[in-house]
């Protein structure tokens, strides 16, 4: 699975300065849409395929067509896009994945969404980020996938925070590994509008803190610095963030210093957020997710406080 983006005000620009509309017409019928889904789950057989291996969780009904409108590199390896949405009926949770149905490509891509569920409610977009890989999804994103290509989408996944404003305050603590940031993105922005929510209306959901752990190889792969790091200063005594890096040779930026460790996010760091009002978060490599979720059940967190997703 994949993930996401840069929520900012206003509209993501093409490198062309091309601007997505809402208005914009997408030219995917429904009949199209069913035979794009059908022929592409009939030939994505192989085990190793997204479908395979998420065949057992549940999906939304609503498959839409969508239309890239904006795209950029987020890192070296990384590609971040901008889709508008079509069907109004099409909604997500924080840290939920789309099946990627791409016309001419028989295999069905499965990335999370990077955004907040706000985006999609105010602009109708959504946001994923996507590494690069030999899988036929992920180079068409990286090799093909121009402005105004058109795909169809669908939700899916139980790794998600969707707090209902009489739920008591939680405390989050989110652990990423690489590209794992993606739908741990989607979370803390979609924790951060909750909170603005509730500062400025009195209203909704009440957020605990917030404290995200993210490590990549080096500070050019830790995807999104700037929007973390603006949501830590927008919110100095609710989030908080600490970047780490494994393999660093160049010199770290006066800006990132601040919050780089250097070496593996450690046990240590993670028991000290231990308490009855804290989830956890985790995804990222299979054996990073096993160690931590393993950890977190050792310290007597109880299972439904511990939510991870395994990228493959």
Same mark, same amino acid.
């Given at each position: ?10 509209? *993501? ?7 997505? /509309? ?8 429904? /009949?199209? *849409? ?33 239309? %890239?409108?904006?795209? @950029?590199?987020?890192? &070296? ?6 889709? *508008? ?7 997500f949770? @924080?840290? =939920?994945?789309?099946?990627? #149905? ?5 295999? %069905? ?6 955004s907040? &569920?706000r ?7 959504i946001?994923l980020?996507?590494?690069y890989?030999?899988?036929p ?6 090799? =093909?996938?121009?402005?105004? !290509? ?14 209902q404003?009489?739920?008591?305050p ?8 690489? %590209? ?10 979609? @924790? @951060?509008?909750?909170?603005r ?19 990549? =190889? +080096? ?7 700037? +929007? ?7 919110? &100095? ?7 780490? %890096?494994?393999? =660093?040779t160049?010199?770290? !930026?006066?800006? *990132? ?17 231990? !308490? ?6 985790i995804?990222?490599? &299979?054996?990073?997710?096993? #160690? ?15 939510? #991870?997703?395994?990228?493959?």
């Open positions: 699975m994949a993930c996401a983006a840069v929520l900012v005000p206003g509209l *993501l620009r093409s490198s062309s300065g091309t601007i997505c /509309s809402p208005a914009a017409s997408l030219r995917l019928t429904s /009949s199209t *849409l069913r035979h794009l889904t059908l022929t592409s789950i009939m030939k994505s057989k192989r085990k190793t395929d997204h479908l395979e291996r998420t065949a057992s969780v549940v999906r939304r009904e609503v498959v839409s067509a969508a239309k %890239v409108c904006g795209a @950029a590199n987020e890192s &070296p390896s990384v590609k971040r896009l901008r889709l *508008l949405v079509a069907d109004k009926d099409f909604s949770k @924080a840290g =939920q994945w789309v099946d990627f #149905f791409i016309p001419g490509v028989s295999v %069905v891509g499965g990335f999370s969404i990077c907040s &569920p985006l999609l409610e105010e602009e109708r977009m946001e980020a996507v590494k890989t030999n899988h999804p992920a180079l068409w994103i990286h090799n =093909q996938c121009t402005l105004d !290509s058109e795909v169809a989408v669908r939700v899916g996944g139980e790794f998600f925070f969707d707090p404003p009489a739920d008591a939680r405390n989050l603590v989110l652990i990423a590994g690489g %590209v794992g940031i993606n739908p741990l993105l989607s979370i803390l922005r979609h @924790a @951060a509008d909750l909170h929510e509730w500062a400025d209306k009195g209203g909704g959901y009440e957020m605990g803190t917030i404290k995200l752990f993210y490590s990549a =190889q +080096n500070t050019s792969e830790l995807l999104f610095k700037k +929007n973390i790091l603006d949501l830590v200063n927008e919110f &100095p005594e609710k989030i908080a963030c600490r970047l780490h %890096v494994t393999k =660093q160049t010199q770290i !930026s006066a800006e *990132l210093k601040p919050y780089i460790t250097e070496g593996r996010i450690t046990e240590k760091e993670i028991s000290d957020h231990v !308490s009855k009002e804290t989830l956890f978060y995804c990222g490599p &299979p054996p990073m997710t096993d #160690f931590f979720s393993k950890q977190l059940e050792n310290s007597h967190v109880p299972p439904e406080h511990i939510c #991870f997703e395994k990228w493959w």
